[in-house]
């Protein structure tokens, strides 16, 4: 599950074949690099370790990983096999 979230995080993080990379010596914007003041701090439980790992994002991104959670697992649920009598 780990590596499944890595390997999409990873896809997602490098540009397509036919685009092409951001110049070095752009200026971020205001909506790429969020301000610490909107960014929300939470500590979660790591599979196989006892340490807790802090994790932030902006309250958008939040609100949206529990949209998706949600997504999922209504949709994980609704997979069930048909039950015969």
Known sequence: MIAAVFAIA????APAAGEAAAPANATPTKSAKPDKKDMVCKK?????????QRVCMSKADWDQ?????KVDTDAAQRNQPMRTQ
């Open 44 to 52: 979660e439980a790591v599979l196989g370790s006892r340490m807790p």
């Open 65 to 69: 990983r529990a949209i998706d959670a």
């Open 10 to 13: 990873l896809m997602a993080a």
